[in-house]
């Protein structure tokens, strides 16, 4: 990128970031402990919906659309991605349709069933915006992968502002759909060249060889999502709506640190895979995440006292529905979880790279059946949302310690022979 460009990007994905911030923090405030709990319980559900109706698609499209792009094979590189959107478009939809049919048949609660039912429409949007991103990620095209994230943020909170008051989590959710939608179908056009549908559903064999890539890592973090909204189910079948809003409230600390990680491997991500794919080195690679890695660690552990005294201050003066002892002790606990997520957020991207994703998934596979047994004692001994920040940071800390053990074997072995 041109220094124009780097300033430029630098410029709009600080204020996504900001915007992402200001807008769960503004969310949490206008929608109440039980309005914004229905809202995380949304959040909750639709995420699955993109996992498992993009079959893995869009980590085939970030993994071999970025070595692709290392090699120079930038018509590979659009062919993944409109395959991508075509038959994760048509499965997602579907899966969608049917779980928002199943919600309004199965929920007594109506007020409750209309809003879950949007969470289908909720994936298939996100779904094609996400599958645009990456296809911009993957060919560097980061400030107008910026301009897009800053475009969307802001329609979200503006529309999220005005219908949150009158309609509350229903209004929020149809928010976030409308901005997704407009946003997508704006730059689609501007970016995607026109190819002949049929060509694409005949050209079955790269779908299948693009699931079989991206599969493995979906499926861990569907494991590991699954373990992160459980509880939000478990608790609002054991204390009600009120305290999943509370807890949401305690967790915006992991969103926001999901904000900066997503917007901080946007760029980190793909050349990583590209650099990989041209010289082969792991050892090279291995450096490269921890170096980022330790970095992160460290300026969370020194801003963790600064954080601990502000905090306090903070929720006492702007989000008074949410001051209590429960939701501080919460909220500090799952500081400590972040603290530990954010370098096996990296290690990700070397696990990817060097196509480790079935380990991947056997640790989140484990640390999921280790959730759901103390979500299940939580849930049994009704416990304060103050045990469920327990299980998600003992849940992060035993996933870092996993890949840390991993990343060690490595390094004891001969990293040639790893990587064939």
């Known amino acids: 990128m041109s220094h124009v460009d780097k300033y430029t990007y630098a410029l709009f994905i600080s204020l996504s970031a900001l915007l992402g911030i ?20 949304v959040l909750s559900v639709y995420i699955f919906i993109v996992y498992f109706g993009s079959m893995g698609l869009n980590d085939a499209l970030i993994k071999l659309g970025s070595k692709a792009f290392g090699q120079s094979k930038l018509n590979d590189v ?20 049917l779980f928002s049919i199943s919600i309004i048949i199965f929920l007594s609660d109506e007020d409750v069933s209309i809003v879950l039912a949007l969470a289908g429409l909720l994936a298939f949007s996100a779904l094609e915006f996400n599958l645009l991103n990456a296809l911009l990620r993957v060919t560097h095209r980061f400030v107008f992968y910026s301009v897009l994230l800053f475009v969307k943020s802001l329609g979200i909170i503006l529309l999220g502002w005005y219908l949150a008051l009158d309609y509350g989590a229903f209004g929020v959710v149809l928010a976030e759909i409308i901005a997704f939608s ?9 970016v995607v060249r026109s190819v002949s549908l049929k060509d694409i559903l005949s050209r079955y064999e790269l779908v299948i ?52 990680l997503g917007f901080l491997t946007t760029v980190l991500g793909p050349r990583w895979l590209a650099s990989y794919s041209n010289d082969n080195d792991i050892k090279k690679l291995l450096r490269s995440v921890l170096r980022f890695s330790s970095a992160w660690f460290l300026l969370l552990l020194f801003a963790a006292i600064p954080a601990y005294l502000l905090l306090p201050i903070l929720i006492e003066n702007f989000f008074v529905e949410y001051n209590d002892r429960d939701t501080l002790l919460a909220t500090s606990i799952i500081y400590i979880g972040v603290m530990f997520l954010v370098p096996s957020f990296f290690l990700d991207w070397f696990f990817i790279a060097i196509s480790f994703e079935t380990k991947v998934l056997s640790i989140a596979i484990s640390m999921m059946v280790l959730s759901m047994l103390l979500l299940g004692i939580c ?27 991993v990343v060690f074997s490595l390094k004891r072995q001969d990293f040639v022979s790893e990587s064939n």
């Open 22 to 41: 200001f807008k769960i923090t503004l969310f949490a405030k206008l929608l109440g402990p039980e309005q914004y709990g229905l809202y995380a319980l």
């Open 78 to 97: 659009y062919d993944l991605h409109i395959l991508a959107a075509v038959y994760g478009g048509i499965v997602t939809f579907v899966l969608g349709t």
């Open 182 to 190: 407009l946003v997508f179908l704006v730059a689609y056009s501007m």
């Open 209 to 260: 060889f693009a699931i079989r890539n991206g599969f493995p890592m979906m499926l861990a973090n569907v494991v590991r999502n699954l373990a992160l909204s459980a509880d939000k189910w478990i608790l609002a079948s054991s204390l009600g709506v009120a305290a999943v809003g509370k807890y949401a409230f305690a967790m915006i600390l992991y969103t926001i640190s999901m904000f900066l």
């Open 379 to 405: 849930w049994y001994l009704e416990l304060s949302i103050v045990a469920y920040a327990v299980v998600f940071t003992a849940a992060r800390i035993y996933v870092f310690l996993s890949y840390m053990r």
